[in-house]
């Protein structure tokens, strides 16, 4: 396959995944895919742009392909939770060599940073609380899902050798 053909399909399928598993879990789940409380599962996904950087617009597009889709989104969030995604993945795929004991941590801890500065104080303009308390509150739920969810998948991708199968 062709080196911008296999880019655009693993981009265009990282943010139709993005997109989807954080609808279905705001069906299954109310609430807990948004506002400043949560544990989006989806944000594990952020955790392939350590093996590749078609998730970098991949990941961007499905952040922004939810937030344009879900109604409940603030009006900010098209453009200031879209970009700490974008930061956030690309981010990571620079940080993705930056290793303790073979484990990326600093490139793990990207998606809390971005998303803490961002859309803490995006939440803070909208539902107040103040901007400190917000930012703590989106860093706890982001970086949970990165050092649960995203460390098993990071894992699985690279015992089961899918990491260099899929992207390499």
Known sequence: ?????????????????????????NLLLPGSATWA?????????????L????????????????NITFAGTLPLDFLVGTGATLLAAGSMYFLRKATVK????WAMVMPALWNSLLVGWELSVYIGGGFAL???YVFVGE???????????????KTRGLDKRLFG
Request: hydrophobic share 60%.
């Open 37 to 49: 409380i949560q544990f989006r599962a989806s944000e594990a996904l952020c955790v392939l742009a």
């Open 102 to 105: 073979s484990y990326p941590l």
């Open 51 to 66: 093996f590749t950087p078609a998730a970098i617009p991949g990941l961007t597009v499905g952040c922004l392909l939810f």
């Open 134 to 136: 917000n930012a703590f």
């Open 1 to 25: 396959m062709n080196q911008k053909t296999r880019f655009l399909a693993h981009s265009a399928l990282i943010a139709a995944l993005y997109a989807a598993l954080t609808h279905l879990q």
């Open 143 to 157: 970086i949970a899902v990165l050092l649960t969810l995203g460390s098993a998948l990071f894992y699985g991708l």
